[in-house]
């Protein structure tokens, strides 16, 4: 048996079935030729009978990309299969993956058929591709919940009828891994003529498992793994390419993908931007995350030696390095690395110095970046004490909005007025008066409450500051306080510089 796994991807047909992700064929091309740059093995570019626009993608991918197959998928029915050979006619190679049902829920409840009858029908649709074209892949649709019998009848029929590829997808993700290798091995040892070709595992993650199951079927004889870009696809998506490609780069399984591992993280990236679907942070190999390191004792280990925490290096996936994300949860090695990586070599004591002052900078921001460190080091950071003394506002359907705010600010009391389109414009423009600090209120959610006859609610805001963005809550019966809290709250968070002779900070009133 071969130790090649061939990767199948379909991120531009079962991936683009997200709502909301639709390409147009310019776009499509592009992914494509990524796809290729990848070494995928098969692309499949689309649906054709399903809309012009999908039909005409088939089209120019064959005609933009050379090395992989290129796939287009039909129904079991001669219309469908005709068009598809249509759209393929520019192809270097291409192939129509046709096929039907094969669980006893599709069997009775989609198609209203018997077994025999669904079996005839997908003997006819792959003998009528093969007049067209001799790479025919056949799917199995609902394999993973189909009667182990039955599927071994159909698979060796279709096989006989010609099918180059035979496809077991676990359309609904219902399979555990340990049931799913055991279907494949299963066909792999009643069905006769299994060898004459290539079984595909194609498998959904409704509960999870897409990836789980397919490495399942890797391990019980199937060469080829139906994959995307991101994982995206229908639901909750398909099996990911790229934690395929690198589980097999990782466990030496006696198996490879001829994917460059290092066009990984390029390509998730424009996927997700073409698509504008975000890749959730905590992602496996693509995501933000991936080789983030904020606790610590995992940087302590990184440091010393990255395979603590790492099994992966980040370059083999086209990610520059590894990060130490310094936050209030890491450590005094992280904060030496991040200190010496900017010039600052410090003794132990003047390393604990340091720390305690990281710390308290820490606990106010979310991150801390390296503008930050040297503006500490420099002395030239200060915390802010910033409390509310008293908020007056006078609002009404004839008024223009005023507000007159009183603040506590180190100590020192500080008032200002202002007008604004709202109560509470009026009243977070006198705050900026008083903290004389050029601020941008770039998001303002609230969830509103009522008790009563009061009205308030649940204030989230987010500032930025100096290029940098602060985040700030309050709550309580009257919106406006609720407001100014939320907004005080975002400051008390900010470091303002100090200026050094009057030791005073600057653009705070005084």
Known sequence: MSDKIFVFDTT???????????????????????????????????????????????VEISKAVSDPVICALTRAVEKDIEVAADALKYAKRGRIHTGIGSSDFHIKHKFKSTREQIIERGVAAVKFAKKFVEDVEFYAEDA????????????????????????????????????????????????????QAVISVHCHNDLGMATANTIAGIQNGARQVEVTINGIGERAGNTSLEEVAMILQTHQMGLHTDIQSRELNKISKLVSTMMNMPVQANKAIVG?????????????????????????????????????????????????????RLGYD???????????????????????????????????????????????????????????????????KHSASESGKSAINAALRAIDKIIGEHMVLDKFDVDSLVHGRREGGKVKIRVLYDDKLYFGYGEGDDLVMASVQAYVDAINKMRFSKNEKTGKVVGMAS
């Not at 891994?177 to 494949?184: A, F, L, V």
């Not at 390095?321 to 209030?328: D, E, M």
């Open 12 to 58: 531009l047909r079962d991936g683009e079935q997200v709502p909301g992700c639709q390409l147009n064929t310019d776009e499509k091309v592009i992914i494509a030729k990524e796809l290729e740059k990848l070494g995928v093995d098969v692309i499949e570019a689309g649906f054709p009978i399903s809309s012009p626009g999908d039909y005409k993608s088939v």
């Open 144 to 195: 993973g919940r189909a009667d182990n019998e039955f599927l071994a009848r159909m698979i060796q029929a279709v096989i006989a009828a010609g099918a180059t590829v035979v496809n077991i997808p676990d359309t609904t993700g219902y399979c555990l891994p340990w049931q799913y290798g055991s279907k494949i091995k299963y066909l792999m040892e009643n069905v006769n003529n299994i060898h």
């Open 288 to 340: 933000a995350n991936a080789f983030a390191h904020s606790s610590g004792i995992h940087q302590d280990g990184v440091i010393k030696h990255r395979d603590n925490y790492e099994i992966i290096a980040p370059e083999d996936v086209g990610v520059d390095q590894s990060s130490i994300v310094l936050t209030a949860r890491s450590g005094k090695a992280a904060l030496r690395f991040h200190l010496t």
């Open 346 to 412: 410090l003794n132990t004591k003047e390393l604990e110095e340091a720390y305690q002052k990281f710390l308290i900078l820490a606990d106010g921001n979310k991150d801390i970046g390296d503008d930050d460190l040297q503006h500490m080091m420099e002395g030239r950071l200060v915390s802010n004490n910033v409390n509310i003394i008293d908020v007056q506002v006078v609002s009404g359907s004839n008024l223009k909005s005023m507000a007159t705010v009183e603040l506590d600010l180190d100590g020192e």
